[in-house]
């Protein structure tokens, strides 16, 4: 898990501790610092499933969905595997 704010796993913890379970997880390393940074540092076919959970695809969080130059798919597949998931916004109702 990448995330840029140090701020954000401690609220999480603190204020929603049944869904911060997942900071336990051996199967989970949380990383400090920018995604786009991660993942354009991250080998090619280095993970199975990318969730962005980011503001929407326009402003700061653009570069995650646009081609990069270093990488021939957008940026936010730039590292998956061959065979990814999904890739797409979701957009609630509410």
Do not use: W
Not at 31 to 45: A, L, M, N, Q, T
């Amino acid at each position: 898990m990448a995330e840029i704010d140090k701020m954000v796993p401690e609220v999480s913890k603190q204020f929603f501790p049944e869904m911060a379970v997942g900071f336990t997880d051996p199967r989970v390393t949380l990383h400090i610092c920018d995604g786009i940074k991660f993942v354009e540092d991250s080998p090619p076919d280095s993970y199975d499933l990318i969730v962005v959970d980011s503001s929407d695809p326009v402003g700061p969080a653009e570069v995650l969905f646009e081609k990069a130059p270093s990488h021939p798919r957008p940026l936010d597949r730039a590292c998956l595997a061959p065979r990814p998931c999904s890739n797409g916004p979701y957009m609630h109702p509410y």
